[in-house]
């Protein structure tokens, strides 16, 4: 099955642009997604990117697809501290079960 | 305003106890998902349905039941069963087959084992 690694950790400073990284293993994924997690909450959607594509942007985000090294990325722009939060990368699997990394907690400081 | 509602938010048990977590959705979604948060492990599935009465084991189902009786609600009971229930719960759920596959998540509930 689907297994989804991102690094555990991030910290930048306000106004820099933050890069967090996933790699996955199943290349038939259909969709890869960004969730944002808010400490004590649910995960919203950021935005997904299409297996087909190798780039997306989205106002400050830029999701990179390399399909050849299953990795994706998520480039966020200007860093604000509202950015803080815990960022997952998913895939899908079978019929839509995604299947998410372990999270990268972003840290930003002003 | 339409979304997926989960109680309690916090959740306090006595071991040997059984719990049941709620979720209710008025989005019209087809599936449903229970998902269980550790730190440092990100999301592992308990259990998913697709369809009303018909529910799958995900990766980490033991000790844990759920039932689709009605489209708009899928509850999760943690038994006496589930060795390490202490955990932050989340419920989801998607419009089904045809769709991006996105997830619309719940607030979570929070369940700590006395």
């Known amino acids: 099955g689907e297994d989804v690694e991102q690094s555990l950790f991030l910290s930048v400073r306000e106004g820099d642009s933050s890069v967090i990284n996933c790699t996955y293993t199943?290349?038939?994924?259909?969709?890869l997604y960004w969730y944002k997690q808010e400490p004590g909450a649910g995960l919203q959607l950021l935005t997904y990117?299409?297996?087909?594509?190798d780039m997306k942007q989205d106002q400050r985000l830029t999701v990179l697809l390399n399909k050849k090294d299953k990795h994706l990325s998520l480039r966020i722009a200007d860093t604000q501290t509202g950015d803080s939060a815990i960022y997952f990368c998913?895939?899908?699997?079978?019929?839509?079960?995604?299947?998410f990394g372990t999270g990268t907690r972003l840290l930003v400081s002003p | 305003d339409g979304g997926i509602t989960q109680s309690p938010k916090y959740l306090f048990r006595k071991e040997g106890q059984n719990v049941t977590l709620s979720c209710e959705q008025n989005?019209?979604?087809?599936?449903m998902y229970w998902y269980r948060q550790d730190p440092g492990q990100g999301l592992r599935l308990i259990y998913y349905?697709?369809?009303?009465?018909?529910?799958q084991k995900g990766d980490i189902a033991e000790g844990y039941s759920v039932s689709r009786e009605k489209k708009e609600s899928f509850p999760l009971t943690v038994t006496s069963a589930q060795k390490n229930p202490t955990a932050f719960y989340l419920c989801?759920?998607?419009?089904?087959?045809?769709?991006?596959?996105?997830?619309?998540f719940g607030e979570g509930s929070r369940l700590t084992v006395l």
């Open positions: 199943d290349s038939s994924s259909t969709y």
């Open positions: 989801a759920s998607s419009p089904g087959q045809g769709s991006t596959g996105e997830l619309f």
């Open positions: 998913a895939g899908v699997t079978g019929f839509q079960k995604l299947v």
């Open positions: 989005l019209n979604h087809d599936a």
């Open positions: 349905s697709q369809i009303v009465n018909d529910f």
């Open positions: 990117i299409f297996s087909n594509m």
